[in-house]
Structure formats: C-alpha cells, structure tokens
C-alpha cells in the first residue's frame, strides 16, 4: 500500500508539469511492473507460514491429501494474495483521482485504473496494448511476453520451494544467474539466429511460438517439481536432501 501509495504521489508531481495523458499510462505502467514484482513474491512465499518447526507439524496433521494442502495453500496466498494487492492500488488512485476534482487539477484525465488494468492483463495484451499489433508477428511476441511472465511465476514457486528462508532474495538471485548463462549460451548462437530470423515473418513467428511452447513445458515441470518437494516436506527440514 505504501509504494502505491507513494507513486501516486509521484504521479500528482508529475502531473502538475504536464498537461499530458501519457503521464498517467507511464506510471501505470510502473505500478504494473511493481504490481507483477509483489506477485512474484506469493509465489515464492506460499510456503511462508511453515517456515518453523510448529507450524509444519500442524501442516503435516492436517486431514487432507497432499495435492489438497499444496492446492490450498497455493490459492490462499497467491491467488487471493494477487486479488488482495489490487485493493491499495486501486485506493490510492482514488484518493489521487480525488485530490484532483477537489482542487480541478487535470480533471479530464480520470483515474489510471483502466491503464492499470490493460497492463496486467495478459488478454488485452492481444488487441488493447500498444506494445502488440494484429499482425502475426506482434501476436506472436504478445504470447511469448506473457508466457515469459508466467514461467517467472513457475520458476519462483519451485525456489520458494526449495529454499523457504529468503524465498524471495533467493529468487531472484537464481532468475538472475539464469539470465546470465542463458545470454552467454546464446552469445554463441546469436548470429546465426538472427540470420535466420532476418526478413521473415513467418520465421519470426514460428520462433516465438515454439520457444512459448517451451516455456510452457518447462513451466509445467516447475510447478510439478515444487509439488514433489512439497510432499517431501518434513518437520525437520532437509532442504538440502531435495537436490
């Protein structure tokens, strides 16, 4: 709530300079981004509360499966976590889009929710982003953009998993290593790649497409294999047995 909060401020300084709607659509634009970050971090938190010894002997005593407490568990702090967190965003833009009318300070400009809101919905991505076309390229990136978002989501729930102190720093420190290597990997293939790519649509869209796919497998595995160590789960401990 705070760094909304806090942005808001930002977009009423801002604003005061500015006479231009795209004030609104850049900071919202930045709240998204925040928005996705604090996302990131329920996945890589969802094991939050058993962080100790009690509470995962209570965890363990519960009468369900554990498909069921894995899927319990992943709703109540990501799923209802991510609706929770459009709560101070959309108070804050309130009280921005109020201060505005009290004082008739940019009044035509409305609220930015609906900037917002496009930005962290993969659908609109489709048509309503101005980043895509409706060409078969700027489809093709859009579905890729958005698997790439979603396949951050599978990789931070399997190294919350695994590491449930600092699930998050220790997130991020691993996306980041995976980027370093995998830009170094691609360094070597790099030319021949985008001679490959040069000029054509239909080698630009079938390279996005397939590389989506294989996002969405490796995906998938993240998500079982973060399943399979949280039916490992011990009272104990242990993590390091899970590798």
């Not at 991505?125 to 989501?153: D, E, I, P, Y």
Request: hydrophobic share 55%.
């Amino acid at each position: 709530a705070a760094v909304f909060l806090l942005m808001e401020l930002m977009l009423l300084l801002m604003m005061g300079d500015y006479d231009n709607p795209w004030v609104i659509e850049f900071m919202m634009g930045m709240c998204a981004a925040t928005y996705f970050f604090i996302v990131l971090s329920f996945f890589s938190g969802y094991l939050g509360g058993m962080r100790d010894k009690r509470k995962r002997v209570g965890m363990l005593m519960l009468p369900a499966t554990n498909a069921e407490k894995f899927v319990a568990m992943f709703v109540w702090t990501v799923v209802i976590g991510a609706v929770a967190a459009l709560v101070p965003m959309a108070v804050a833009d309130t009280l921005r889009w109020g201060i505005c009318q009290l004082l008739r300070w940019h009044t035509s400009f409305g609220t930015g929710m609906e900037y917002f809101l496009t930005n962290i919905c993969p659908m609109r991505a489709f048509g309503a982003n101005r980043f895509s076309s409706v060409s078969a390229v700027g489809m093709a990136s859009a579905v890729l953009f958005n698997v790439w978002l979603v396949w951050h989501c599978s990789l931070f729930m399997l190294v919350g998993t695994l590491f449930r102190r600092m699930p998050t720093f220790m997130s991020f420190v691993v996306s980041a290593s995976l980027f370093l290597v995998g830009m170094y990997c691609f360094s070597f293939v790099s030319d021949s790649i985008f001679a490959w790519l040069d000029g054509s649509d239909i080698h630009m869209t079938t390279f996005a497409y397939v590389f989506s796919a294989a996002l969405v497998a490796e995906g998938l595995l993240n998500v079982w294999l973060s399943y399979r160590l949280f039916c490992r789960l011990t009272v104990g401990g242990g993590r390091w047995l899970n590798f």
